[in-house]
């Protein structure tokens, strides 16, 4: 039998719901790459239905449990006296969400001896030290692309919001104004814009294609450079290093992977080399920007706006400044937990489980770390070392 410890967000205020806003899902035939989508032998859920809460348990408790298995679910992570830290000590399996990561630092990894699986229930597996895991020989797997397409989405919403000044707009009517002048005296148009991303991979690249019909210069840096025909395509200008594309973007978003090369990248230093006003979206991983140089930047007007669902710690302390901060349009870690995407990865963890449990090679594509070293998806996109 095997412990499988699982930490997931807390349930609604109100409790679990009873019903949903709408009563079915689109059907997606596949990813744009060509990947299939998560194909496990069944699930136990209803897709549309909230998964990634305590309640919702991922819809794995019924599968687990006729194996023999024994399944832990807490939201209760922090601290020496939680749940999850007096479970790990004999977990084979860990499971979290990048939106309320159960962090598996050094430490808990050695006092986890058994350990063999930690899986993300999403994609972005830096709360995993990964360098440990690889000296651990404990295997790391992510569902990769399940919600490449939602944080893409929540990128152009984000751009959008700031650059019009929506969320300002919006609270005037909520506060029962009509003050255009104030509405509209930080509200420009998209087009003509030069906007670029910090990494291309799927929802970087996923993302130029849906600011493309905006009418936008598009910019990309990335170590791995795109083909030809989709620069051509889109009309993309590639720049060696991201200190050398920012100074000439209007907007920047982040779409890489925290890993040594990239925490703290947006700092005061890079930061003074964007253009004054220039705007910076970031649902990547908070500590890829400085906390509070991003602070500094939007009090002296450096950044006109600065729009995110990723912070550090999550979740963020009620004092995080980032709450606060002039010209914001923060969100918690929502971008990649619609409805629709907790459907592909609630799969996409069954699979991965189905396969440990079999005895079947997970996913190559799944893989972050396996066998001692980074692997699959791992070996493209992440790195353990400066």
Avoid at 245 to 255: A, R, S
Avoid at 260 to 288: C, H, Q, V
Wanted: aromatic share 8%; net charge negative.
């Amino acid at each position: 039998m095997a412990k499988v410890l699982c930490v997931l967000y807390d349930d609604p205020i109100d409790g679990y719901p009873t019903s949903y806003a709408r009563d079915d899902l689109p059907v997606v035939a596949g990813y744009s790459d060509g990947q299939t989508l998560p194909t496990p032998k069944g699930i136990d859920f209803t897709p549309g239905h909230l998964l990634g809460s305590v309640s919702g348990e991922l819809g794995l408790r019924p599968y687990l449990e006729s194996l023999g298995h024994e399944l832990v679910v807490t939201s209760d992570k922090e601290g020496p006296d939680s749940v999850f830290e007096r479970e790990l000590a004999d977990a084979e399996i860990v499971i979290s969400q990048p939106f309320w990561p159960a962090y598996l630092t050094p430490e808990r990894i050695a006092k986890a001896p058994n350990l063999k699986l930690a899986v993300t229930a999403g994609i972005g597996s830096d709360h995993v030290d990964l360098a440990a895991a690889i000296e651990r020989g404990v295997t790391v797997a992510e569902v990769t692309f399940c919600n490449s397409i939602s944080v893409a989405e929540h990128v152009v919403m984000m751009i959008l919001s700031q650059v019009r000044n929506y969320l300002p707009s919006y609270k005037i009517v909520v506060d029962g104004g009509w003050n255009i002048a104030d509405a509209v005296s930080r509200s420009y148009d998209l087009e003509g814009m030069h906007v670029g991303t910090v990494a291309a991979g799927r929802i970087g690249l996923a993302v130029l294609r849906r600011l493309a019909p905006f009418d936008v210069h598009l910019h990309y840096t990335d170590r791995h450079r795109l083909p030809s025909e989709v620069e051509e395509e889109l009309g993309l200008t590639w720049h060696p290093s991201t200190a050398e594309m920012v100074p000439h973007l209007d907007v920047v978003t982040i779409n890489a992977p925290l890993h040594p090369e990239t925490e703290g990248l947006f700092g005061d230093k890079l930061l003074s080399t964007m253009k004054r006003g220039a705007y910076l979206i970031n649902t990547a991983r908070g500590k890829i920007a400085d906390r509070d140089a991003i602070v500094r930047a939007l009090e002296s007007g450096q950044l006109a706006g600065y729009a995110g669902d990723v912070w550090f710690p999550q979740p963020a302390p009620a004092d995080h400044p980032w709450r606060t901060m002039p010209h914001h349009g923060m969100t918690p870690h929502i971008s990649g937990s619609s409805l629709s995407a907790q459907a592909r990865y609630a799969a996409g963890t069954r699979e991965i489980l189905e396969s440990y449990f079999d005895g079947t090679p997970i996913r190559d594509e799944y893989l972050i770390v396996d066998g001692g070293a980074l692997a699959g998806t791992g070996a493209h996109s992440y790195s353990t070392t400066k």
